[in-house]
């Protein structure tokens, strides 16, 4: 196989794979290494999970491209006031001066998450602390889908799309993990320019169709992903054409239909980002490959409630 780390992602006879969306953030404060970690604890094998880069180009897990007073605390421990800083226009340590553990419940975003433990003195990890963290013998079955977050602001800009490519490429390799690690992104233009520059890693391409709306509170990616005008039966085609290995739909969006298109031209699937019981189980019904989920308890125990898991039993 071309890129063996696939095989973490494929589902097989009696295992649908399950990966923790950005950790779990349902439980713990999203992007964290103290989410990551409780995911890995509780059995996931697959973490999703957000990078970009600071001004002095350092590669950081973060969602937004702003620091979000909903989810963000000055120094004093305060919500942000006033403007929103941009994760590019600071420096790494610029950015270690705020306090990224717990949500505002009085925001909008803060509401969606009420079960979210609230952490202080937590700050935006370097996706090399988490490699770092992964490199553990006890961490090895552990893989990874590194979503690299396009700017919206600076789509015409192919140099700043490359350099951010190019960051994000150099400290998976420095940290030896290409082989558990899938470049993934709803900008396809980006995710050419990884598979141009590490050919070794996988391409995921999310899509999400126009007619479903984007989640409250937070960056939505649809203006960079270029699906507008196309039908779900559209997609796995296209994701094949562009040499893509995986297809990440949002949830709403998948059919029988499109899934059996997806499996006839060789893409593994994961859906995002599955959290309400009923969904779950709809998503095991179709039989994708990967559910992605702030709460993976939730699937694991409807996956058991069926007689399934989300590993084999050789990674048990």
């Given at each position: 196989?071309?890129?063996?780390?696939?095989?973490?992602?494929?589902?097989?006879?009696?295992?649908?794979?399950?990966?923790?969306?950005?950790?779990?953030r349902?439980?713990?404060?999203?992007?964290?290494?103290?989410?990551?970690?409780?995911?890995?604890?509780?059995?996931?094998?697959?973490?999703?999970?957000?990078?970009?880069?600071?001004?002095?180009r350092v590669?950081v897990?973060?969602?937004?491209?702003?620091?979000t007073?909903?989810?963000?605390?000055?120094?004093?421990?305060?919500?942000?006031?006033?403007?929103?800083?941009?994760?590019?226009?600071?420096?790494?340590?610029?950015?270690?001066?705020?306090?990224?553990?717990?949500?505002?419940?009085?925001?909008?975003?803060?509401?969606?998450?009420?079960?979210?433990?609230?952490?202080?003195?937590?700050?935006?990890?370097?996706?090399?602390?988490?490699?770092?963290?992964?490199?553990?013998?006890?961490?090895?079955?552990?893989?990874?889908?590194?979503?690299?977050?396009s700017?919206?602001?600076?789509l015409?800009?192919?140099?700043?799309?490359?350099?951010?490519a190019?960051?994000?490429?150099?400290?998976?390799?420095?940290?030896?993990?290409?082989?558990?690690?899938?470049?993934?992104?709803?900008?396809?233009n980006?995710?050419?320019?990884?598979?141009r520059?590490?050919?070794?890693?996988?391409?995921?391409?999310?899509?999400?169709?126009?007619?479903?709306a984007a989640?409250?509170?937070?960056?939505?990616?649809?203006?960079?992903?270029?699906?507008?005008?196309?039908?779900?039966?559209?997609?796995?085609?296209?994701?094949?054409?562009a040499n893509?290995?995986?297809?990440?739909?949002?949830?709403?969006?998948?059919?029988?239909?499109?899934?059996?298109?997806?499996?006839?031209?060789?893409?593994?699937?994961?859906?995002?980002?599955?959290n309400?019981?009923?969904?779950?189980?709809?998503?095991?019904?179709?039989?994708?490959?990967?559910?992605?989920?702030?709460?993976?308890?939730?699937v694991?125990?409807?996956?058991?409630?069926?007689?399934?898991?989300?590993?084999?039993?050789?990674?048990?």
């Open positions: 196989m071309k890129h063996p780390q696939i095989h973490a992602f494929s589902g097989q006879s009696g295992v649908i794979r399950l990966a923790g969306h950005r950790g779990a349902g439980i713990l404060p999203e992007n964290t290494l103290e989410g990551f970690e409780f995911a890995i604890n509780s059995g996931v094998g697959l973490l999703e999970l957000d990078v970009t880069a600071t001004r002095d590669v897990i973060t969602h937004n491209h702003r620091l007073r909903s989810m963000i605390r000055d120094r004093d421990g305060n919500w942000l006031q006033g403007e929103e800083p941009k994760v590019s226009g600071l420096t790494y340590a610029e950015l270690q001066q705020y306090d990224a553990g717990g949500l505002d419940s009085n925001s909008a975003y803060g509401q969606r998450f009420p079960d979210q433990a609230f952490l202080s003195g937590v700050r935006i990890p370097r996706l090399s602390e988490l490699l770092k963290l992964l490199q553990q013998p006890k961490h090895q079955n552990v893989h990874l889908l590194l979503e690299v977050k700017d919206p602001d600076l015409a800009d192919t140099a700043a799309r490359q350099a951010l190019e960051a994000v490429v150099a400290d998976v390799r420095a940290a030896d993990m290409q082989l558990r690690t899938v470049l993934h992104s709803f900008d396809w980006l995710l050419a320019d990884c598979q520059l590490a050919p070794e890693m996988p391409a995921s391409f999310l899509t999400q169709l126009p007619e479903n989640d409250v509170g937070e960056d939505s990616s649809k203006e960079v992903n270029p699906v507008a005008g196309c039908s779900v039966l559209d997609l796995p085609a296209r994701v094949a054409a893509g290995q995986f297809w990440c739909p949002y949830y709403r969006d998948i059919t029988a239909d499109a899934l059996a298109l997806a499996k006839n031209l060789g893409l593994t699937t994961m859906v995002w980002t599955v309400e019981p009923g969904d779950i189980e709809h998503m095991i019904d179709l039989g994708v490959d990967v559910i992605c989920s702030d709460y993976p308890g939730r694991q125990h409807l996956l058991l409630k069926r007689g399934l898991h989300w590993l084999p039993e050789a990674e048990r």
